[in-house]
């Protein structure tokens, strides 16, 4: 995992939920849940997270399983960050069904998944990794676009495209000494004990 990935995951889940007007109560909540939304790679073997290069099919299998391996650990949060939660368990679900762990389509899947699906498929899509280039923010967008409708919910796009490149490049590369935590990760406030 490169440095900085939930953050900037968890800063461009608060852009997109800002644009789609959510309330600033369950914009906490979501930044939370967004920050966290990969919490069960934990279960994942560190030379599978670590590998140089393109995992296997079969690694692919194992990191396929880390939504599902988020429930026990956020269970205990649960009470405070009621469904968004479930960007955990489902930011890897497809708006047509096809995606993974539970097949949900459309609506079914919680907004919290559905923010933060675009959310990391933008970081994912940007980033360079061991086995792939990052694209443009421009190809990226437009990647977003074309899968608008498919992978991605369409409200959920439209309200990312809405944020302005300037916006989104700050997430990418912050001034230095700007990323003291919290103070560019944007959190109004912490959760109470």
Do not use: C
């Not at 800002?18 to 967004?34: I, R, T």
């Not at 459309?106 to 792939?132: C, E, F, Q």
């Not at 439209?158 to 997430?171: E, K, S, Y």
């Amino acid at each position: 995992m490169t440095r900085g990935y939930s953050e900037r995951v968890r800063a461009y889940t608060n852009l997109i939920a800002e644009e789609m007007g959510v309330p600033a109560e369950d914009l906490d909540k979501l930044q939370w849940a967004a920050l966290l939304h990969d919490v069960g790679k934990m279960s994942v073997p560190a030379e599978i997270l670590n590998k140089a290069g393109r995992p296997t099919d079969a690694e692919w299998e194992v990191l396929r399983g880390h939504p599902g391996a988020a429930i026990p650990l956020l269970t205990p949060l649960a009470p405070w960050l009621g469904d968004w939660a479930l960007a955990a368990t489902q930011h890897h679900e497809r708006w047509d069904g096809d995606g993974y762990p539970g097949g949900l389509a459309g609506p079914n899947i919680s907004l919290a998944g559905r923010i933060v699906a675009v959310a990391d498929a933008y970081d994912v899509m940007t980033s360079v990794r061991s086995y792939k280039s990052g694209l443009s923010p421009a190809l990226a967008r437009e990647e977003l676009t074309s899968s608008a409708g498919t992978q991605f919910d369409p409200a959920v796009v439209r309200a990312f495209l809405a944020v302005g490149l300037g916006r989104l490049r700050f997430v990418a590369a912050p001034l230095p000494g700007s990323t003291s935590w919290p103070g560019w990760l944007g959190f109004r406030r912490v959760p109470p004990l």
